[in-house]
């Protein structure tokens, strides 16, 4: 019954971008509006660029730390977007994620493997430069760029890893809007770039959050950097 039931949901989605080939154009003065708004859903993986200290620990151990698994997580904002000609436009696009990311720590004397999860709640405030490509009836494909400054709103304090609340990003991806009779519909991946390092040192937190057995986590990672790949849906 749930096999015959997405077979069916598959068949629908398909049947629906099929006629849009085959339909004129949907919303044709949309695109020469100054300013619209939409918003926008998706899923995210959050990853690390991890560098090692590779310094000894107190128990004499070496722990080289990398990211052991990358989960899907969750996104979610707004749309502003400001006309600026035919092909260019910009755009403000505040959105909250919701992810995490496993380190695994192996050490050189057991290669045992301990894993510490980071979870975050990440607001992203990027400003885009949209370049949209020429409108082939009802689908526009486009590319997007731009920068921005993220704001993690879910630290973890008593944890080996607590990262810096504020950090600053590069973001691009490609995308294609598609023309509905009502709204646009635009299906876009991208991948930021964490600009600065977001491990807080062990100098700038106060004691009594970090244990003894989370600090030689905390002491195997020389520089931590951010990195966000989302799949977004967007309405406008």
């Known amino acids: 019954m749930q096999l015959a039931m997405r077979k069916k949901s598959i068949f629908l989605v398909i049947l629906a971008f099929a006629t849009l080939s085959l339909t004129g154009q949907n919303l044709v003065k949309a695109d020469y509006k100054p300013l619209h708004f939409g918003f926008t859903l998706g899923i995210n993986a959050m990853d690390f660029g991890i560098t090692p200290s590779l310094i000894p620990a107190s128990d004499g151990r070496i722990y080289k730390a990398d990211v052991e698994a990358i989960t899907p997580g969750f996104s979610v904002g707004v749309i502003g977007n400001l006309r600026l000609s035919e092909y260019f436009a910009l755009r403000l ?94 299906p876009e991946l991208k991948f930021a770039l964490g600009l600065t390092d977001i491990l807080t040192p062990l100098d700038q937190r106060g004691q009594d959050y970090v244990s003894d057995y989370n600090k030689r986590f905390t002491n195997a990672i020389s520089r931590l950097t951010s990195r966000l790949f989302t799949l977004t849906f967007n309405f406008e």
Do not use: W
């Not at 949209?132 to 993690?152: E, M, Q, T």
């Not at 080996?160 to 509905?180: E, N």
């Open 93 to 186: 696009v505040p959105a909250i994620h919701f992810g995490q990311r496993d380190i695994s720590y192996i050490n050189n004397v057991t290669h045992d493997i301990e894993v510490e999860t980071v979870k975050s709640n990440i607001l992203t405030v990027p400003l885009y430069l949209k370049y949209g490509a020429v409108r082939v009836k009802n689908y526009r494909p486009y590319l997007i760029a731009g920068a921005g400054f993220s704001f993690d709103l879910g630290r973890e304090r008593e944890k080996a890893i607590l990262l810096q609340q504020m950090d600053g990003f590069f973001d691009f991806g490609v995308g294609c809007t598609i023309y509905f009779q009502y709204f646009r519909f635009s």
